[in-house]
Nanobody, 124 residues
Framework: QVQLVESGGGLVQAGGSLILSCAAS????????MGWFRQAPGKERDFVGG????????FYVDSVKGRFTVSRDNAKNMVYLQMNRLKPEDTAVYYC?????????????????WGQGTQVTVSS
């Protein structure tokens, strides 16, 4: 049974930092591209960033470029989202997702497995 479990969310002031972690189990982790999505209240779940199965390529939505960094540790079956210079508009539930294949996709429907999400709240 595949499980993705996010952790590290919380309340932070604008300008602060958080690191989200996602622990994967039940899958051959190195065969999966990993993505981070977020969903604010009343909005769609949107792509934030992703990393290829080797970790050699990363992609980000424009609004987080230069502030967020996705990384992975294939030996530990972990993927991370380092979030710096946080803004109130980054407030959302953050989800990690796994997609079998080499390439990152920004489409929700391309991902096979999802975590339960972790809340990030940025106060102004």
């Amino acid at each position: 049974q595949v499980q993705l479990v996010e952790s590290g969310g919380g309340l932070v002031q604008a300008g602060g930092s958080l690191i989200l972690s996602c622990a994967a189990s039940g899958l051959t982790f190195r065969s999966y591209t990993m993505g981070w999505f977020r969903q604010a209240p009343g909005k769609e779940r949107d792509f934030v960033g992703g990393i290829s199965w080797s970790g050699g390529s990363t992609f980000y939505v424009d609004s987080v470029k230069g502030r967020f960094t996705v990384s992975r540790d294939n030996a530990k079956n972990m993927v991370y989202l380092q979030m710096n210079r946080l803004k109130p508009e980054d407030t959302a539930v953050y989800y990690c997702a796994a997609r079998r294949g080499k390439f990152v996709s920004g489409e929700r429907s391309d991902y096979d497995y999802w975590g339960q999400g972790t809340q990030v709240t940025v106060s102004s």
